[in-house]
């Protein structure tokens, strides 16, 4: 997982059907300083989360199994809302 | 999911026959702001996009699951076609 | 699916089983206007691809879809000859 | 697989259910030497890896193999505790 | 598919039930000259491969496909041993 900040969203209307409803969000990542770090990308929300939050998402063929029909076409997925990062022991 | 700028097709005779009927759409990676980003890729279609539209596609294995048979050997395909991106909140 | 050339042949005899009989062919990655664009990978040939010839190549866990098996670990498939290229509308 | 070193902990209490009960672990990546490689990432734990220990970890859709329900969301897991890395014959 | 050489191996005691068994070795990633390219992984042995052998591997999640058990949870595995590579027509 990686950890971003959501600073937007994307709106489409057409779209594979099994998209339908989903929420677009745009997802900075995040070095752990807090500076942004790579590309933005675009991941589907399964936690309800909102712009100016920081997640954990994930990328890749694991994302179908964060929304509800695991054979929906999405390679990014938020995951989770960040309390605290916690470094060293 | 990324964002991106449909700038051409691909014509291919010779294919893998599951890939029979696919149209082949060359793809701009674009940056939020519109710029290019990263090298044009070939994803199938599966809403209909066309030269110049601005599109989500993704990217790898969840691939299949956009098109109509799931075991089509194809690592990206557009999947919506994007009205506005709102950044900010 | 990105485009490549076809620059040559690598044999291994001591091999997994499932990948007897298999093809291996390097792939030059290319950019749009037929430069070399990253370094060249190995793919298994599905569809009857020689030296020189211009492919379209998928990689990651799709590439098993191309094969006979659907469970021979490969990681990078061709999967069509490109006959044209075509930029803009 | 690739080498890294735990150097911390993410909290997120929303998050999807199946990651419930999950530590999530920050790994530096290390090159063979030990210096830091490429940017931190955030794994699961599955082998009750601490901060300071030197670990395998799998990246990708094969990361919930390695956790107990194999639908888990999860791009990135510990896999081992390293004793010793061996250079050369 | 890439080309690589081993380089060396990794110990891990405590690791991953399914990966009891499993030889993790260092694969240097190579260029088709055999110089040096990218960083060094940790793949898991199918083939019996030697510190020294030239190798073709892959990475991702058709890796499981090459060992015997296809839940184990590996994201490299050498696949082959390489006899020679032909440039060219």
Same mark, same amino acid.
């Given at each position: 997982?990686?950890?971003?900040?959501?600073?937007? &969203?994307?709106?489409?209307? @057409?779209?594979?059907?099994?998209? *339908?409803? !989903?929420?677009?969000?745009? *997802?900075? +990542? =995040? $070095?752990? #300083?807090? %500076? +942004?770090? #790579? @590309?933005?990308?675009? $991941?589907? #929300? &399964?936690?309800? %989360?909102?712009?100016?939050?920081?997640? =954990?998402?994930? &990328?890749? !063929?694991? !994302?179908? =199994? $964060?929304? @509800?029909?695991? #054979?929906?076409?999405?390679?990014?997925?938020?995951?989770?809302?960040?309390?605290?990062?916690?470094?060293?022991?």
């Amino acid at each position: 997982m990686l950890v971003g900040k959501i600073i937007g &969203t994307v709106i489409a209307t @057409r779209k594979d059907e099994k998209l *339908v409803g !989903s929420k677009f969000l745009i *997802v900075q +990542p =995040l $070095a752990l #300083d807090g %500076a +942004p770090n #790579d @590309r933005p990308l675009v $991941a589907v #929300d &399964t936690v309800g %989360a909102g712009v100016g939050e920081r997640v =954990l998402y994930v &990328t890749g !063929s694991v !994302s179908p =199994l $964060a929304v @509800r029909r695991n #054979d929906t076409p999405v390679d990014a997925a938020v995951v989770g809302i960040i309390d605290s990062i916690d470094l060293g022991g």
